[in-house]
């Protein structure tokens, strides 16, 4: 039986791609797609619509703390700490102190995630 989040969310992830059919530039509704699908545990495809997202809008840092938490989700954590590390130079570009502090943390996750898979990500 499916949850009735999942059905709500299901239902989101249909209105979005539909919208997007439309519009296919519009960073918010790939964005809002790829939350969607990264609740929905789809972590592929969120990475996917976070990268259309950023495609669409470079600077747009929640996008790519969200495409590293993605790949982290997706058992690609040297992937995740490239996306960490550019999405924190983006967050002090733009300002975006939030944003940044949060990667730092999701940053110092993923290089022990992979450590532990001795998996070490390239050297910026």
Known sequence: MVKPESAALEERVGALRA?????PDDETAWYGLGRALLDLER?????DAFRRALAAK????AAQRDLGQ???????PAAA???F????ALAERTGDLQAGREMGVFLK?????AAA??????RS
Do not use: H
């Open 43 to 47: 972590p592929g495809e969120a990475a």
């Open 117 to 122: 898979r001795n998996d070490p990500p390239a």
């Open 109 to 113: 996750r993923a290089e022990r995630a």
């Open 70 to 76: 993605s790949l982290l989700a997706q058992g690609e």
């Open 19 to 23: 919208f997007l059919k439309r519009e």
């Open 85 to 88: 590390r550019l999405g924190i």
């Open 81 to 83: 700490v490239e996306a």
């Open 58 to 61: 470079p600077d747009f840092t």
